[in-house]
């Protein structure tokens, strides 16, 4: 069982709405994501970080997240994961998209190799970010709203019919993406690639540099390199960073 410990350090939202954002996220982990992830998982509200006992992963939900995105995710510097939260009017969904890739890939570990999305290109290995390509569109739980997310067939390298690639099952092919998603993977040679969907078109990105991962803000055509990067599995560690929502 992965444990979330979320935080509120914003006014703005009252305990009473804080409980009802995470009962909602809650029920979509055990009625919608487990059967698909097979992975049990529980987000528990807690009234300061501090509070959090060990075991837990934080997730906070602040004003100033030190970013311009609507949230993150990632491992701190004692191996902890953790999750930010900027508030805005979509904190639920954002809240909801974070913990769901923090419960299916909480130390950024997880690659999925599988058919690239540049022609002739080897089978490159994807970062498993499960709401990055659907991200923009979200779907309501008791009037919440969270996170649309993809389903392990996402990853197949041919399409059949009658497969749902992603929750909702709006994407009709493998590794398609939703408007406003994204996708980020290692090629065989080493180099960093990223694909987002805007205004019905597949933009394809190599990102340079020593920094692999990237973060788009709410211009999907301003790609902005992160700043944190280790080796860890395959010689890789990659602090993933979420679009502005």
């Known amino acids: 069982m992965i444990k979330i410990g979320v935080v509120s350090k914003v006014k703005e939202i009252e305990l009473d709405q804080l409980r009802k954002i995470v009962a909602a996220i809650n029920k979509q982990l055990a009625l919608h994501f487990a059967p698909y992830w097979a992975i049990e998982a529980q987000a528990t509200i807690f009234s300061s970080t501090n509070s959090i006992p060990k075991g837990y992963f934080p997730v906070t939900i602040e004003y100033d997240i030190g970013e311009d995105l609507g949230g993150f995710h990632g491992v701190d510097d004692d191996g902890i994961p953790f999750g930010k ?8 969904y954002v809240l909801s998209h974070e913990i769901l890739e923090m419960v299916h890939n909480p130390y950024l570990k997880k690659f999925r190799k599988t058919t690239g999305f540049k022609e002739n290109e080897d089978d490159p290995l994807y970062v498993e970010e ?3 390509a659907t991200d923009g569109k979200g ?3 008791d009037g ?3 996170s649309n997310f993809i389903t392990p067939d996402w990853f197949n390298k041919v399409h059949v019919e009658n497969i749902k ?12 993406l939703y408007e406003g998603g994204y996708i980020s993977w290692l090629s065989v040679q080493g ?17 340079t540099g020593s920094i ?34």
């Open 212 to 245: 692999v991962a990237s973060e788009t803000k709410n211009n999907p055509l301003a790609w902005i390199i992160p700043s944190a990067v280790i080796l860890l599995t395959f010689a890789i560690y990659i602090l993933i960073r979420k679009k502005t929502s």
């Open 144 to 146: 919440i709203e969270v």
């Open 85 to 92: 939260v900027r508030y805005s009017s979509k904190v639920s």
């Open 191 to 207: 180099e960093y690639w990223q694909a987002v969907k805007t205004k019905g078109k597949l933009l394809i990105r190599k990102l």
């Open 139 to 141: 779907y309501l739980i």
């Open 165 to 176: 690639y992603d929750f909702l099952g709006l994407l009709k092919r493998p590794r398609e």
């Open 130 to 132: 499960v709401a990055d």
